[in-house]
């Protein structure tokens, strides 16, 4: 059985791409070693984030993070377990809208591969919906899209 933790936060003054691109340097490396995957959504200076795993494994990540001095307001969406990873393959993902200036994807466009990714996801469980929709709700309260 998988287990399945979402969450999100809210960066802290001074947190940059620099920052973020450490932060997942270390994810990687090791949620490897504890075959943790998951995604991180960096949006509207919030980061939203699935977990999936071992749920002793995924508990004692959560909460390593919960003590990370880079995020505040951190709010617990949903955990329980599921059938399957969402993110099996992907292993940890990072979308960042404030890095696409080197990019030909625009902002409008990254936004709107979001809003496409949660539609085509077919979430099977409880921690998989919350995740997607607290995507979503960013986007609309940001302004960004209207619902």
């Given at each position: ?95 960042d ?10 902002e ?40």
């Amino acid at each position: 059985m998988n287990f399945q933790l979402t969450y999100k936060s809210k960066a802290t003054p001074g947190v940059t791409n620099d920052t973020i691109k450490e932060i997942l340097k270390s994810a990687r490396r090791n949620n490897a070693v504890n075959k943790i995957s998951g995604c991180l959504v960096f949006l509207e200076n919030h980061f939203i984030q699935i977990l999936e795993g071992d749920k002793e494994l995924v508990k004692d990540l959560f909460e390593t993070i919960k003590q990370d001095s880079r995020h505040s307001d951190i709010e617990l969406l949903c955990w329980d377990d599921s059938d399957e990873r969402l993110f099996n393959s992907w292993g940890m993902l990072y979308f960042d809208n404030q890095d696409l200036q080197s990019s030909d994807l625009s902002e409008e466009e990254f936004k709107l591969n979001l809003l496409l990714l949660e539609t085509l996801s077919k979430p099977k469980s409880a921690s998989e919906i919350k995740f997607w929709k607290a995507i979503k709700d960013l986007l609309i309260t940001s302004g960004q899209i209207t619902n």
